[in-house]
């Protein structure tokens, strides 16, 4: 049986950005791009060119290798031919390879926020289809508030559908912008939407707002679309949008879908899902959720000994998959052997081929066991885990050490009366026998550490000119005065690569200053040869 495609289109950098305290820098947005290009998405859709200076400098230049980067923005104005509208021209103008267009379907919308008629809300649609097709970039059209549209007036619902399907747009795709819509509606009325535009050019895009985005989903492709639209972990505006994480295996996983459909997402990808997850989390500094379906720390947790013993003997009991296909493990007393299929998961991915019967990956699980009770989280710090793996199998040199550190900060009036705030730090490094001590002063005390020590490793300083701090994240792990802090540190080089190094302490510049040192020995270790 041949199956058909299903297209991921992911809006985790546009609709996400919309999540109450998320902001997406540059930086992030390049990060949360290249892991989704590595998932298998066929779709990322990077926000809006010219709405904001981030995504406009975002839109500079092509950011995927695999998936068709994608703008987002409005269609032309009424009363504005194609040419005259600044908006339009940036979508055009940008690297984008397509073009997701946001249109709005719902009769009373478009006469009271919009204050212009129906037709032309219509022929705003063609042109920028056109003109889209024309600078030989793909064109979709997201109905906006189609599903309310349709109960409040469907053959006007349907005809900016079919507007958008006639003039050449390759997918029109029905948006549940308040996320009332029930299953059962949103089977229907797909349904009914076919009968004028065919389901191989048909999206969905639904929100929340009743716990049902997922599910409603789903109804959507059973009635036929064949493009999805959903975020990372689901975030988005109010209660989020569509959860890309639990869609995906599921449209791989459960059946009818993985025995009609098929998906760009290979089982390789499946397995790094829940490590994708936690990135996520991480970089948006939150705690990933324990209850979050196929991913979740809870996921596979069995606390009631009655459950554990049942699982002992037949893990499908209580498991409606193998926790392993999605990269996550079984939380019970037996988590040993999942524990170590999981971890030369993740040693491959950093570089290391150790075998499964390898008596020091007992050690190494013992080390991370311990260290994510302190307060560690590798799933977000790939080069921390590939120093520690590397340090538990031998493989690591000692570059350098730190004898000791100090920081200082000063907060004083300067020779034209401004209070400023200088800061400054003594790093006191050994490096082959020779005792080494820089120091610096920076914008804050992490700045100030951060220059000082890569200020002069002797042998080793021109190995680390092109080194460079792009972000620094802090999570409180518990209260009071005394809580516990997990910085994370993402770096880069000129080769493009990006990593991530984490530190624990209940001192803040401890921490810091861990993720530092981690971050100085993973690019050193890069360029041994």
Known sequence: MTKERLYLF????????????????????????????????????????GANVVDTEFFEKDRTKNA????FGMTKRAGRSVENDPGVQGLLNSAAKAICFVAKAWDKQIEMA????????????????????????????????????????????ISCAKAAYDA??????????????????IEA????????????????????????????????VRA?????????????ERCGNANMISLIPTFALKKPFCDELEIGVGQKELEGLTSLSRQFDELLNRAPARQAPYVGASAFATKAGIHASAILKDPSSYEHIDPAV??????????????????????GRVGLKIEKDDPRLDQLLRKVKEREARGYSYDGADASFALLARRTFGQLPEFFRVESFRTSVERRYNANGDLITMSEAIVKIEVDGEMLMSVAEGNGPVNALDLAMRKDLGKYSDRIDDLELVDFKVRILNGGTGAVTRVLVESRDKSGERWFTVGVSPNIIDASFEALYESVTYKLMKTES
Not at 116 to 144: M, Y
Not at 192 to 220: C, K, M, W, Y
Not at 224 to 229: L, Y
């Open 10 to 49: 992911d809006t985790t950098l546009r609709d996400g950005a919309q999540t109450a305290g998320v902001e997406f820098s540059v930086e992030d947005k390049i990060t949360i791009t290249k892991l989704l290009d590595n998932l298998g998405v066929d779709y990322i859709e990077g926000g809006y060119p």
């Open 68 to 71: 068709i980067f994608t703008a």
């Open 114 to 157: 919009m204050g212009i008629s129906q037709a032309e809300n219509i022929e705003a649609i063609q042109s920028s289809v056109e003109a889209t097709l024309s600078a030989k970039k793909e064109c979709i059209v997201d109905c906006e508030h189609f599903f309310d549209g349709y109960k409040s007036n469907p053959d006007y619902a």
């Open 168 to 185: 050449g747009a390759r997918w029109v795709v029905l948006c549940d912008t308040n996320g009332g819509t029930m299953p059962d509606e």
């Open 189 to 220: 009325i797909v349904t009914h939407v076919q009968q004028s535009v065919p389901g191989s050019h048909l999206g969905i895009h639904v929100h929340n707002d009743t716990e049902q985005a997922v599910a409603n989903t789903l109804a959507a």
């Open 224 to 236: 036929g679309v064949r493009h999805v639209q959903g975020t990372l972990n689901g975030i988005g």
């Open 326 to 347: 999605v990269g996550n493990e079984r939380n019970v007393m037996v988590s040993q052997q999942a524990g170590k299929s999981n971890l030369l998961t993740v040693l």
